[in-house]
């Protein structure tokens, strides 16, 4: 009995699983990580985008940035469906 095996007692009650599709797997995970990263950038640059403000700095750069990695992440998930 392999663990990745379904165990007899849901053979024997005839359950039906529907299997799961590899390269839907592989998407799905894929658009996870990529999600997962962009929101990493997201965090990065409003500390930076707060550092710079109370520098006095322009923080416009950062702000568009923030606006770019936003729209991405939109994408990421209208695609995804």
Known sequence: FSKYQLSR??????VQIEQADPLTIA???LIHLR???LEKMVEDNQRILKAA???GENIIPFLERHQ???E???ELET???
């Open 9 to 14: 007692g849901w053979e024997d009650s005839n």
């Open 68 to 70: 770019q990695l936003v």
């Open 53 to 55: 403000s109370h520098r």
């Open 35 to 37: 999600r997962r990263s």
């Open 72 to 74: 991405k992440i939109k």
């Open 79 to 81: 695609s995804q469906k």
């Open 27 to 29: 998407t799905d995970a």
